[in-house]
């Protein structure tokens, strides 16, 4: 049974949670199946010192929902809740093997974009890129720049001083939070209904197709992802964590991202009480 979650606090009060996890907190809460306990948002984050808004005398399965952690400070974090009688569902191995996209990349084979791999801050020959690719997107390991003026893409026009500045640009944006390497992966155009692409969220928890959700606020008609695809993804070596799935322009669809559960936001719109209801159930066999 796993009846206990693990929020990040306020940065201001350990007492209280983070401000952007509170409708999960209460939604949580609701449901009458969880307790909670949070930790010091900036004792960890900020000083690596693990602080708990309260004891745990006894050993209890738990399940994290907060923020992203490189893989080392994860395990880390770990290890300390384990000292406090916390043990978290999702296993540091886990962990990096869903939260690192090039880990679990080949197991979608035909099913995802195609996608090189480089380490960070190397020199990238981009004629070899056009070569390969009609057009390409950049991310870390984890994330891009999605929302700033970077490039969506990049096409064969781009030069290799256009393209050398603008990864100075990237690296600049990501900062502190730059995961593991650089994926180098096609662009795909994807299906547009009222202005929005046609995107879904899957959580797999203990090996079972917990939630589907519209991750892009698209109208209702548009069509969902096929059963068959998402049953296809529910064992992939964890229990818990997210594919996402979207609609091309000609109709077909592909993995575009996943990740592990614990650090993934629900859907805009998904009924959150719901959600922590499935949660629940998915897990009460697990000791």
Known sequence: MVDFIVFPS??????????????????????????????????????????????????????????????????????????????????????????????????????????????????????ELKESFKRFMIKDFVKSVKGTEFPKFFDQSVTRE????????????????????????????LKFYDGKTNEYRVFYINHEVATVSRNSTQPIFAPEVPRELVEKYKNLGSVYYTVDFAELEDGSWKV???GDGSVSGLSENQDMEGYFRTLYHCFANRN
């Open 10 to 127: 306020s940065y201001f009060d350990i007492k209280k949670v983070d401000e952007d996890l509170q409708k999960e907190y209460e939604a949580a809460l609701a449901t009458g199946l969880f307790d909670v306990i949070m930790f010091g948002y900036d004792n960890w984050f900020q000083q690596g010192k693990l602080v708990l808004s309260g004891r745990q005398p006894e050993l209890r399965s738990a399940v994290y929902r907060g923020w992203m952690m490189p893989p080392d400070k994860y395990e880390k974090f770990y290890q300390a809740l384990l000292k406090n009688n916390i043990q978290l569902v999702t296993e540091p191995q886990e962990y990096e093997q869903m939260h690192i996209f090039p880990n679990i990349y080949k197991a979608f084979g035909n099913d995802t974009a195609k996608m090189k791999i480089f380490p960070l801050h190397a020199q990238m020959d981009v004629e």
């Open 162 to 189: 256009e393209f050398d500045r603008w990864m100075e640009v990237f690296y600049k944006y990501r900062g502190n939070l730059l995961t593991g390497g650089i994926c180098v992966k096609e662009f795909l155009d």
């Open 256 to 258: 575009i991202e996943a």
